[in-house]
């Protein structure tokens, strides 16, 4: 049911607030233009390092309350992606699983290449997206699942890479202001894959080559310069 528009302007809860937000980019809640898309996304997302727990509940759930805030007060349609971040490394083990000598040996491998402890399914990232997954169906989330490890490996994001690589001098001017100074030293847009290890690494970037499409940093490994596609 949807909210009278004279009482809109009374609405104070952060979910009608955040929504109201995204109405004003469409012309406003009395003149809200559709895109031509014919409905609004919405996207959560997790990093599946670990079993999904109550943060990973909530990570939905706000952005859920906003998606429904949204369908009270204009009509039109939404979809909701509830992203995995599959392809990042993993940093520690987790204290709650099996197999933990195992995992050792896969510290910093993308959590898709990282066999599964529990012995149920291809990877460790594949366990927990599955796990995820259920639990969302048990409350009946309406969502589109998506992973990284899949859309990098179908080429989905091949043209918004490039994009970014040509870019990435402005993404990095907005981004490193907002960062520690520790990170500062070696942020870039790109986590290469090492060719030597398969570990994520988080490396200062020597040279952007756009016309290439590829970086070259400097392979922890061996010390050497090492040219990688993005």
């Known amino acids: 049911k949807k909210i009278p528009i004279k009482y809109y302007q009374d609405l104070k809860a952060w979910p009608f607030v955040e929504a109201l937000k995204i109405i004003e980019r469409f ?11 014919n409905y609004v996304l919405f996207e959560t997302g997790y990093g599946p390092s670990g079993l999904p727990h109550i943060g990973t509940f909530g990570e939905v759930v706000r952005t859920s309350m906003v998606l429904h805030a949204f369908t009270s007060l204009v009509n039109c349609s939404t979809k909701l992606i509830a992203f995995s971040d599959d392809m990042d490394g993993l940093r520690k083990i ?6 933990q000598e195992m995992l050792r040996k896969y510290i910093g491998k993308p959590l898709t290449s990282i066999p599964d402890p529990f012995g149920e399914y291809e990877s460790f990232g594949d366990h927990n997206n599955a796990k995820l997954r259920s639990f969302l169906n048990k409350f009946e989330f309406e969502y589109d699942f998506v992973s990284s490890t899949q ?23 907005i981004i490193l202001p ?4 520790d990170r500062k030293k070696t942020y870039s847009p790109f986590l290469p894959l090492s ?3 398969g570990e994520v690494l988080q490396v200062m970037i020597k040279e952007y080559r756009p016309l290439s499409n590829s970086i070259i940093f400097i392979e922890p490994s061996n010390n050497k310069l090492t040219e990688v596609e993005v």
């Open 27 to 37: 012309g406003g809640i009395e003149n809200f233009i559709k895109p031509s898309k």
């Open 94 to 99: 987790p204290d709650n699983v099996p197999n």
């Open 151 to 173: 859309k990098y490996k179908s080429g989905d994001f091949d043209e918004t890479l490039k994009l970014i690589l040509k870019n990435h001098k402005k993404i990095t001017s």
């Open 178 to 181: 907002t960062l520690r100074s």
């Open 195 to 197: 060719p030597i290890t």
